[in-house]
């Protein structure tokens, strides 16, 4: 089994969206459909998606609830990371080597926990 898609709520569409193409710019991950309610990109092997709650109701961040980005280099985690403070984000760990990860920790606009991580052995 793998992970196929991971949808993050929003409430503002349009701020969240130049948040992550702006992110996601220079990556392998590249923007591929918009709805009024939902904006997808495609990565290598997963769908990652922003969308205005179905049910009308705020959207908030899980307590708990990290979603993880693994990339192909040290210099890759440094640049996301960096990338999220510039565009508004907070820091939740800064970069650093983590047992086998070199990782760091971020929010972005809307209070989503994020994590930037590169594992030596999977990577050139």
């Known amino acids: 089994m793998k992970l196929d898609y991971l949808v993050l709520g ?8 130049a948040f992550y193409d702006a992110l996601f710019a220079g990556t392998a991950t590249t923007r591929i459909m918009e709805t009024d309610r ?13 969308a205005l709650p179905f049910d009308e109701a705020p959207a908030r961040h899980g307590n708990g609830t990290m979603f993880g980005f693994t990339l192909n280099s040290a210099e890759d985690v440094e640049r996301l990371y960096n990338k999220t403070l510039e565009l508004g984000g907070t820091s939740e760990g800064e970069v650093a ?4 990860y070199y990782s760091a920790y971020a929010r972005d606009l809307d209070g989503n926990k ?11």
Do not use: E, K, V
């Open 10 to 17: 929003t409430n503002d569409l349009h701020r969240a969206s």
């Open 114 to 124: 994020l994590c930037f991580g590169y594992i030596a052995t999977m990577g050139s």
């Open 38 to 50: 939902m904006i997808y990109w495609q990565g290598d092997g997963f769908t990652f998606a922003i």
């Open 97 to 100: 080597q983590r047992g086998p």
